[in-house]
């Protein structure tokens, strides 16, 4: 005899799926956002700079792809993380928090650490994009201490 | 801050998503307030008091003594 299966979903169940099936929606959104805009600028990068190393003189990008990657960006940072909040339980947005306060605080005392290292001849000198690093990698290492300690 | 949320799950025989559901939360947010790990903001446990039936100060122990 085949056992039976819970198949009759309870109602908070039904709404758990519901809004599981939202966050993997907005996951996958986010995904393609994402990627459209790495293929883009992988495909379309006439020049040979590069973000890694500051020479910012040397990156060329068709304008119509740039206008259009910019716009991509302000969906992918702006308008999504804005949507998502709007989502969120008050657990997820507590730890969002703790997310954003790390990466605060990773650009607020990265910086002139950065600065005084490059004083002492230890590292290069700081540019734009490696401060966008230290923000984002702050911001999701503390996203991951909050959610592994929650 | 302790809380009776998993004892009172369970003599309804609902599990955490069924819970999460109800209270408009994800699992996790059930999870977190039952290992007392998130204390719920007073919206929700006014919220999870009224789905229970109960007042707040029955479901939820701060320690404190009046």
């Known amino acids: ?150 | 801050m302790k809380n009776r949320l998993k004892v009172l799950r369970a003599e309804r025989d609902w599990s955490q998503a069924e819970l999460a559901g109800r209270l408009d939360v994800s699992r996790q947010a059930v999870n977190a307030i039952e290992t007392g790990k998130h204390d719920p903001s007073l919206p929700l446990a006014f919220k999870i008091a009224r789905l229970f039936d109960m007042p707040i100060e029955d479901i939820f122990d701060d320690g404190e003594t009046a």
Request: proline share 5%; aromatic share 12%.
């Open chain 1, 1 to 150: 005899m085949i056992l039976a299966r819970k198949s009759v979903l309870g109602p908070g169940e039904a709404r758990t799926r519901t809004r599981q099936r939202r966050q993997m929606i907005f996951l996958g959104v986010s995904v393609v956002i994402g990627g459209t805009i790495g293929g883009l600028t992988g495909a379309f990068d006439q020049g040979d700079g590069s973000l890694f190393s500051g020479d910012w003189d040397k990156l060329k990008l068709n304008p119509a792809i740039a206008v259009f990657v910019s716009a991509l960006l302000v969906i992918g940072f702006i308008a999504l993380p804005l949507r998502g909040f709007g989502q969120i339980d008050e657990f997820k947005r507590e730890n969002n928090f703790i997310g954003f306060t790390g990466g605060c605080l990773a650009v607020l005392a990265g910086f002139p650490i950065w600065a005084v290292l490059y004083a002492g001849g230890m590292l290069p000198p700081p540019h734009a994009f490696g401060i966008w690093l230290l923000g984002f990698f702050g911001m999701f290492a503390s996203y991951l201490i909050a959610r592994i300690r929650a």
